[in-house]
């Protein structure tokens, strides 16, 4: 994905609920995926990946969806806790060795 | 030991000034990577380093310069910056190149002011 703009989309959601978080990838010879989550002032911290040859990958609190078809990515967050509050970057492999990130998406969780 | 460090945590630095950026990891990775990022944006990739040598340059200009002395650090030398490359600079290390896993670890971060 390339980045455009100033401003991050932002989720906002209660404490509890669940969050659905959206990505949309270019390429469509991609064939792995990974969502980073980065709090402010840390680098980006892996949260989960999925390759191409699966459509869903479940991990703690965390599923990750892929829809190759219409070239789709999303995070959902099981009862979403105030410790999720960060950006949440999808990226995608984009070459050997090289990974390139989405625009991001601010997570805001409100007790 | 998963972790990447990162120093300095900070660096002000004038336009004339030369300074670097240090990155260490003992995790046995020997793929080590800088990023750039730039505030409300994602990380955009300055240099790979596979097994200690240059395997990629993203284009980045001269005046900044990477080197890994060894597998597990990896320096960004920093010399007649403009203002504009302020940002966050992410350091970050994966497994072996082109193995299975294409997970990368980061660092903190330096966060730095060119004045």
């Known amino acids: 994905g390339e980045s455009v703009g100033l401003h991050l989309p932002t989720l906002s959601v209660q404490e509890g609920d669940n969050s659905i978080i959206n990505c949309a990838y270019s390429?469509?010879?991609?064939?792995?995926f990974i969502w980073y989550k980065q709090e402010s002032g840390k680098g980006p911290q892996f949260i989960i990946d999925?390759?191409?040859?699966?459509d869903k990958r479940q991990g703690q609190r965390v599923t990750v969806l892929l829809n190759k078809t219409v070239k789709h990515l999303s995070l959902q967050i099981a009862a979403t806790q105030p410790g999720d509050s960060a950006v949440y970057f999808c990226?995608?492999?984009?070459?050997?060795?090289?990974?390139?990130f989405g625009t991001g998406t601010r997570l805001l969780v409100s007790p | 030991d998963t972790e990447v460090t990162q120093t300095p945590k900070h660096l002000v630095m004038g336009m004339t000034n030369k300074k670097s950026l240090k990155c260490e990891q003992h995790?046995?990775?020997?793929?080590m990577y800088w990023y750039k990022q730039k505030a409300k944006k994602p990380p955009e990739l300055m240099f790979v380093?596979?097994?200690?040598?240059?395997?990629i340059n993203e284009s980045v200009p001269s005046r900044f310069s990477p080197e890994c002395p060894n597998s597990s650090l990896l320096n960004l030398h920093l010399h007649a910056l403009q203002p504009e490359d302020s940002a966050l600079y992410l350091c970050?290390?994966?497994?072996?190149?082109?193995?299975?896993?294409?997970?990368?670890?980061f660092g903190p971060g330096t966060r730095l002011t060119v004045t």
């Open positions: 970050a290390s994966s497994q072996e190149p082109g193995g299975f896993s294409y997970e990368q670890y």
């Open positions: 390429n469509s010879a991609s064939d792995y």
């Open positions: 999925i390759r191409s040859n699966m």
């Open positions: 990226a995608e492999k984009a070459g050997f060795q090289k990974l390139v």
């Open positions: 995790m046995g990775h020997r793929a």
């Open positions: 380093y596979s097994y200690e040598k240059l395997s």
